[in-house]
């Protein structure tokens, strides 16, 4: 096996997996998902009683389009606040202070849910002490909200393990723009020919970890195939306790 100098990992469905049913079921239109909506719907309701919910809902759908268009093309990252700000406005709320109290509010009571919906298993947290006693360890993880990935990290007791920890939502940019990873590195002062990538996206870690220079363990749950126009991960496994067998003495 190569000897790494620092292992990167991924949170979410990495080392943070997702428990969707303590989220709570949303009905809308004829269709049942798994949804913060409902809940956020007595804060619209309350602070604006111009706005219907049906507008609110239809922004926010709107908001996560025009966004996501974003981030595909620019590889830049919004923050969970400029989300619901960009919703409020879209469903007819204007481009106020008031606007952003109200935003700030629906972005904190959204992320105080899927905070409640993702934990670090015990295994995962045995692993990483091991793993921080035998190499540096930094965390890039995309994700629009930097202090509630922070916030997880602590109460589940893995902050410790890492480095360096860097959020898109803190950063700027996000997966699978290269720099993330090199300027991670570089406060490591590691080389990318030297370090390991661990994370479960296609596009954002395997290709994006690849593009930058490391090497690259995806992490494949599901025993999906990747795609043919993809290089080919270094390593795969369904849950990153499975990485101790090659990278732990």
């Keep these: 096996m190569k000897p790494y100098k620092a292992v990167l990992f991924d949170l979410f469905s990495t080392v943070a997996l997702w428990r969707p049913d303590r989220v709570p079921l949303f009905e809308w239109r004829g269709k049942s998902s798994r949804s913060t909506m409902g809940n956020l719907r007595q804060t619209i309701e309350a602070e604006l009683p111009d706005i219907t919910f049906a507008a609110f809902v239809d922004g926010l759908a709107l908001a996560n389009e025009q966004l996501a268009a974003r981030r595909a093309a620019e590889h830049r990252e919004f923050s969970s606040l400029q989300r619901f700000t960009l919703a409020l406005t879209n469903a007819g709320s204007p481009d106020s202070d008031e606007t952003r109290r109200i935003a700030t509010l629906l972005s904190l009571k959204h992320m105080d849910m899927l905070a409640a919906a993702v934990d670090i298993p015990p295994a995962h ?118 990485l101790a067998d090659v990278l732990l003495k």
Excluded: C, Q
């Design 125 to 242: 947290t045995a692993f990483l002490a091991r793993m921080a006693a035998e190499y540096p360890l930094a965390l890039v993880s995309n994700f629009d909200h930097g202090e509630t990935a922070r916030a997880i990290l602590a109460r589940d007791g893995a902050a410790t393990f890492f480095d360096r920890i860097v959020i898109s939502d803190e950063y700027g940019w996000r997966k699978p723009y290269p720099g993330i990873f090199t300027d991670t590195l570089a406060m490591l002062g590691i080389a990318p020919p030297d370090a390991l990538y661990v994370g479960d996206s296609v596009a954002d870690d395997v290709v994006g970890a690849k593009g930058a220079g490391l090497d690259v363990a995806w992490v494949n749950a599901t025993d999906s195939a990747l795609p043919a126009s993809v290089p080919n991960a270094d390593f795969v496994v369904r849950a990153i306790p499975e």
